[in-house]
């Protein structure tokens, strides 16, 4: 465990140290992704996760966590809409390749639920790239498949991204997820990114 923790405060060090610099902090922190997703210790990991250093560690990065999930998304609708105003269209495979792998993950979406009866579906925290609204629409006929997100660039970006991509039955609204009404939804996609989270849970218990 403590070689783990030698390499996890290097890359702790090094995210810090790239904070004002967007461009550092995004190759840092695909770095660090890639170690994260690679690594053969679950144990050490699973010891980890149990102690004090963890929290102090999270606590620390999460920031720098939100500000990279904003870059990239920055990144992913750009080079989408650019796909987008070229060809007139984008293919839902060079969508999928601009968000690193995002979009093949929706895939357990289907493996774990059933949309056959679904008619309305409601993501927290969409972003601009709204990647399960954009996979079930690609992949599923439920008609009523609507977004939320209290950031007027990121409601923005996404509807620009919604109208130029021809997504007829996706629609985009400017809502803060600790306000929305959820009762007339029969899915609830809850994002990492929706925050507080203990808010959001408590008005997901009060209106479903």
Known sequence: MNELRVVLNAFRRRLVASADDDAALSSVMLEFLAFVRSCRDPANFAALQ????ITEFQAEIFPLV?????LEEARACAQILAQCHAAGSVAEDWIASSVRGQYERMAELLDMVDFSACRRYVMMGCGRVPTSLIFLHNR???PQLVGIDRDAEAVRAARELVAHCSLERIRIEQADAVEFDYSSYDIIYVS???MPRRQVIQQLSTTT
């Open 50 to 53: 149990q102690s004090s250093y």
């Open 66 to 70: 939100l500000r990279f999930a904003w």
């Open 140 to 142: 599923t006929d439920v």
């Open 192 to 194: 990492p990114f929706a």
